[in-house]
């Protein structure tokens, strides 16, 4: 039996030391050779995926725990579990701008939270929201915040007390009434320590909606944000508890409290979901779980509105180890996610990975990190307005505090005559990326030399038309700048 099932997963920890190894990425990534005039053939339906590091944290901040979130002004939002101002190590809330610029927005001081664990997000007023695992007025229970996104306004909305829940791991959802709600991970009424369900409003009016038993029978310690469907109710997870062990539970929560417990995992079919549930465009939930299945290296799962489940994948290690983070629904309609949540973070390099998986299971590793890239990613990925996918990484980069960074489509170039002694250049692209384009006569020539100034991308698809200026052959390839 692993010893960590005597106990939920508590991430509120110092960052584990990770030793450095691999190669600085270099400035150009996903090079595509190509020969005209013979064009290049089309991409795959699934295309591949190469990571671009955006940002590398520091002494301060440092540490992010959480994803991000892309605010209305194009932006992205988070926080780390530590740095800050004079007052100490209790974590920021920091913005990036989407090329990678970086600035803090505020340090928690400890009387208004300390070591946010989980994400923020935007509510119908502009405004982001978020919580504090630790810190606040009252005993160190952690704490619920909102902040405009120029960070000049903060506004603390509630301090736990313990008997209304003691600290919240997992951010907020806003449901369709315009309250947000959320769940913490210990604490609850009658000295309970199983943890609870609430609702806060936008102006800080509290609602404490449920409070896992003693028994733990329902489930305890969630550390995942809830998901409301269409029905109206919320779904969530324990990542301990439930009707046979302390493999966690799937449950049901209706607006005003209503509780039903759904599904209790065995060990067999996974073991401590530390994550929230996505829904897929079948109506199906998907998630993960961080321990259990064939390998003990945790799983991925489906299951119904009415709590029929299907184990979809069964980690081993060389494709990962231990996902804690909720999975994120691609425009293709497959779900994207990171492994990474344990001290053998899993993939090729043992710092975690990124993955894809389909609705029926087949999964694809698409980075292996390798520490000075990024390593323990234990946040889940968001997608942008770019259609591409964001992340961070707890630890690892060149200055050993995490790393923001990028999913990209590796441009696959292909070429038509365009006549005259012409070829037009064309690649997949996403808006407002900047690609580089060089050539060389021969497949041996050691030097490439650039063929135009940097490319702005307006769209999906950009192009260039080149003179070949009486070449019979010429090799062409395009990158992505960071």
């Not at 932006?75 to 701008?97: D, L, P």
């Not at 603390?156 to 951010?171: E, N, Q, V, Y």
């Not at 997870?237 to 509780?259: D, L, M, Q, R």
Request: hydrophobic share 35%.
């Amino acid at each position: 039996m692993d010893s960590r099932r005597s106990q939920p997963v508590d991430r509120c920890v110092e960052p584990r030391a990770v030793a450095r190894r691999g190669w600085v990425v270099g400035l150009l990534l996903g090079f595509i050779a190509a020969s005209f005039p013979a064009p290049q053939a089309a991409g795959a339906a699934l295309p591949t995926l190469s990571m671009q590091t955006l940002y590398e944290f520091a002494s301060n901040p440092k540490n992010p725990h959480a994803g991000l979130v892309q605010a209305n002004d194009g932006n992205f939002y988070g926080t780390t579990q530590f740095g800050g101002g004079a007052s100490g190590e209790n974590g920021t809330i920091f913005r990036m701008t989407p090329d990678g610029r970086v600035a803090p927005l505020f340090y928690f001081d400890g009387t208004n939270g300390s070591c946010p664990l989980a994400g923020l997000i935007q509510g119908s007023d502009g405004r982001l929201y978020g919580t504090a695992a630790l810190g606040g007025s009252n005993a160190n229970n952690g704490t619920i915040f909102k902040i405009t996104t120029d960070g000049f306004t903060f506004t603390p909305l509630h301090s736990f007390t313990g008997a209304d829940g003691r600290c919240p791991m997992a951010g907020l959802v806003q449901g369709t009434d315009g309250s947000f709600y959320g769940t913490t991970a210990y604490g609850g009424a009658s000295n309970g320590t199983n943890g609870t369900v609430f609702k806060i409003t936008s102006t800080g009016g509290f609602t404490p909606l449920y409070s896992f038993p003693s028994n733990g029978r329902n489930g305890r310690s969630p550390l995942g944000s809830l998901i409301q469907s269409t029905d109206g109710n919320f779904y969530g997870t324990t990542s301990a508890g439930g009707a046979s062990g302390e493999n966690g539970t799937v449950f049901k929560i209706t607006p005003s409290g209503t509780f039903s417990s759904l599904f209790t995992f065995n060990d067999a079919n996974g073991s401590f979901p530390a994550a929230g549930l996505v829904r897929g465009a079948d109506g199906n939930f998907y998630g993960t779980t961080q321990l259990g299945g064939q390998n003990e290296n945790g799983t991925v799962f489906r299951i119904t509105p009415s709590g029929a489940l299907t184990t979809l994948f069964f980690f081993t290690g060389p494709n990962g180890n231990y996902p804690v983070a909720p999975l994120a629904l691609g425009n293709d309609g497959n779900f994207y996610g990171t492994t990474g949540g344990d001290a053998i973070f899993g993939g090729a390099n043992t710092f975690g990975t990124a993955f894809r998986i389909t609705p029926a299971g087949g999964l694809t590793t698409l980075i292996s990190f390798y520490s000075t890239n990024g390593a323990c990613p234990v946040a889940g990925l968001t997608r942008g307005n770019d259609g591409n996918f964001y992340g961070t990484t707890f630890q690892g980069g060149r200055n050993t505090g995490g790393t923001i960074f990028r999913l990209i489509e590796r441009p696959v170039l292909s070429g038509t005559n365009a006549g005259s002694g012409r070829v037009t250049l064309s690649w997949n692209s996403f808006s407002n990326g900047v690609y580089q384009v060089d050539y060389k006569p021969t497949v041996v020539t050691p030097t490439w030399t650039p063929l135009v100034m940097n490319v702005t991308a307006k769209s999906t698809r950009t192009s260039i038309t080149n003179s070949l200026q009486g070449a019979t052959l010429r090799f062409y390839r395009v990158g992505l700048l960071p």
